[in-house]
């Protein structure tokens, strides 16, 4: 029985949810025919040309990084990343990215690392929302346009609230104005108070769609000047967000615990750096796969010893070790994503078994090759 790539985006997007994702980001699939089937799956940090070459026919290549993350206006064949989509869509083979998506998931990127690491994860080091920013529209409405308002608002993607739509709440009340000169009331007349009997409605909507919501309403609303309420609801945490906290077996010093880095991920020419008192016990580690410097105050109110990520800058990293005593230990990017591929393949292979092959690529993607001691 042959597996379609949609079955394998849905199981994708159940782990790692599209809302998830940063707003600047790229996630998704790249390139391929949902309704085709796939043969294999080949799981990646990087799609780079020796991983797409390493893609057989009629195959998913699933990477963490975008390919086409920033502005692209073409992918003509000449070019590199064009070249790469025409060599997977030639041999009917498909590209999806999860990016900062897989990173806030639970598991995600970071889960992996610290499994690699043999950390008890604890919690998430920023603990934000799930990436989706909410507003909360209350809209004031005479009885008999009740239902055109709403229905108009709920056509513009408000009232959502997971697998429900048509979400909202209603409440009946009485609605007072005076029109001036040069208003033109629906209901009343200029230079007198009135009184009107109204519905306060309140619905839910992602914070992205406010000029849809608006004027969605403004356009079925009976009043010149409709009287409404938007506010942006603080989010909550939750059990996804990037970055993780956890513990060790046992705790160990600086000096044993980056030991136990370099054996536990894939060797590099950058390697692992430290930035500690190497005698300091360490038994509670914050960790972010990828660039983590933006992280550096979430790791001091973590309370844990160290923190590792990867791509630390000189600046960050001195201003930071200056005023805190949590230590630093700095990893290649590539190395601290890697783990995530492997959590990636046995999603797959728990969902899908034998009917769909799924392997790591073993090639290594870490863009640097020459170094000195």
């Not at 085709?36 to 799609?47: G, H, I, K, R």
């Not at 009184?195 to 914070?207: D, F, N, Q, T």
């Not at 403004?218 to 609801?233: N, S, T, W």
Request: aromatic letters at 6%; proline letters at 7%.
């Amino acid at each position: 029985m042959s597996v379609r790539l949609a079955d394998v985006i849905d199981v994708l997007d159940a782990a790692y949810p599209p809302s998830l994702a940063q707003e600047w980001d790229s996630v998704g699939l790249v390139c391929g025919d949902p309704d085709e089937p796939v043969d294999s799956v080949v799981v990646a940090v990087d799609a780079t040309p020796a991983v797409v070459a390493d893609v057989p026919k009629r195959s998913l290549l699933l990477a963490h990084h975008p390919l086409l993350l920033r502005g692209v206006d073409t992918v003509s064949a000449d070019t590199p990343k064009g070249r790469l989509l025409h060599r997977l869509i030639r041999w009917g083979s498909a590209l999806f990215t999860a990016h900062t998506n897989a990173d806030a998931a639970a598991p995600g990127v970071s889960d992996a690392l610290a499994e690699a690491l043999g950390l008890v994860v604890e919690g998430v080091l920023d603990r934000e929302s799930d990436g989706r920013r909410l507003d909360k529209w209350v809209l004031f409405v005479p009885d008999g346009a009740a239902d055109a308002v709403r229905d108009a608002v709920f056509a513009a993607g408000a009232g959502r609230i997971g697998d429900y739509s048509h979400c909202c709440w209603t409440v009946e009340g009485t609605g007072q104005f005076l029109p001036h000169d040069g208003a033109s009331p629906a209901i009343g007349a200029v230079g007198e108070v009135e009184r009107v009997a109204e519905r306060r409605i309140e619905v839910i909507a992602p914070a992205g769609l406010r000029t849809e919501v608006l004027a969605a309403m403004r356009a079925a609303h009976p009043y010149e000047e409709p009287a409404f309420d938007v506010v942006a609801l603080a989010p909550l945490p939750t059990g996804t967000g990037i970055g993780r906290v956890g513990a060790l077996p046992q705790p160990q010093p600086l000096s044993a615990f980056v030991a136990r880095v370099a054996a536990a991920l894939p060797a590099t020419t950058w390697g692992v750096r430290a930035a500690g008192d190497p005698d300091a016990l360490v038994s509670r580690v914050a960790v972010c796969g990828g660039a983590g410097d933006s992280l550096l105050d979430a790791a001091d109110a973590a309370g844990v010893q160290a923190y590792l990520t990867a791509d630390l800058r000189h600046h960050p990293a001195d201003e930071h070790r200056r005023a805190s005593d949590v230590a630093l230990v700095d990893v290649a990017h590539w190395a601290s994503e890697q783990p995530w591929c492997g959590q990636a393949a046995a999603l797959l292979e728990r969902h899908f078994g034998t009917a769909l092959p799924v392997r790591v690529s073993s090639i290594r993607t870490d863009p640097w090759n020459i170094g000195e001691q």
